[in-house]
């Protein structure tokens, strides 16, 4: 849009500009489906959420669905996780939400891969090779390396969804299911994104799901 700016309305540009990004990225970065026969792209659409975007998306289905994650940062690692669990509500319905990257060595590395883990996106992380916890990323993956997944994106429970956890004294909690064959099944994952907050109080039960 920073190059029609004045000449082309910015959905108009937007919709040029997606179109022209998601053909070249169908032709060479193809996602194959096996079980449709059909091919998408391998795009990440980061920082797209604004409709001129995420309205032409054509062959893509993994979308950004916050602000950058900020190693180090505790006030923005609480906010990320927030924005994040929120926004899915919204992205979920026409994309696949990107939690983006998280670090898998500082303190706060369970707290962000028990995210990506519930995000029902893809999982990947930052840092160098000497500072990778394989702890911490084993539990998200087969042996093989298959990415374990929830059914669906993962949503705020019922009692999160109207409460502004990041100022209440309770967790926010997300929910998801898993069915896999002879089984179903369903997780529920609380955070506390209170920036006030060292610890707080909540409960859990099935009806969260």
């Known amino acids: 849009p920073e190059f029609t700016r004045g000449l082309l309305p910015v959905f108009d540009s937007s919709a040029g500009e997606?179109?022209?990004?998601?053909?070249?990225?169908?032709?060479?970065?193809?996602?194959?489906?096996?079980?449709t026969a059909e091919c998408g792209a391998n795009v990440i659409n980061c920082m797209a959420m604004t409709l001129e975007n995420a309205f032409n998306w054509r062959y893509s289905n993994v979308a950004r669905n916050s602000e950058d994650y900020f190693p180090g940062d505790a006030a923005d690692i609480?906010?990320?996780t927030f924005y994040s669990a929120y926004n899915s509500y919204w992205t979920s319905n026409f994309?696949?939400?990107?939690?983006d990257e998280f670090e898998a060595s500082p303190s706060d590395a369970e707290y962000q891969a028990i995210?990506?883990?519930m995000s029902g996106g893809p999982v990947y992380f930052t840092g160098g090779p000497e500072t990778i916890r394989p702890d911490v990323l084993r539990p998200l993956i087969l042996a093989n390396g298959r990415l374990l997944m929830l059914d669906a994106p993962s949503m705020p429970t019922p009692d999160s969804l109207l409460t502004d956890t990041s100022i209440s004294p309770v967790p926010l909690k997300i929910f998801g299911t898993i069915t896999r064959p002879g089984s179903n099944a369903a997780m529920v994952a609380a955070?506390?994104?209170?920036?006030a907050a060292k610890s707080e109080e909540g409960n859990l039960s099935a009806a969260d799901v």
């Open 18 to 35: 997606q179109k022209n990004l998601q053909e070249a990225a169908r032709e060479y970065f193809p996602a194959h489906d096996a079980r």
């Open 78 to 80: 609480k906010n990320h």
């Open 95 to 99: 994309a696949y939400p990107d939690w």
């Open 115 to 117: 995210g990506r883990a």
């Open 191 to 195: 955070f506390n994104v209170d920036k």
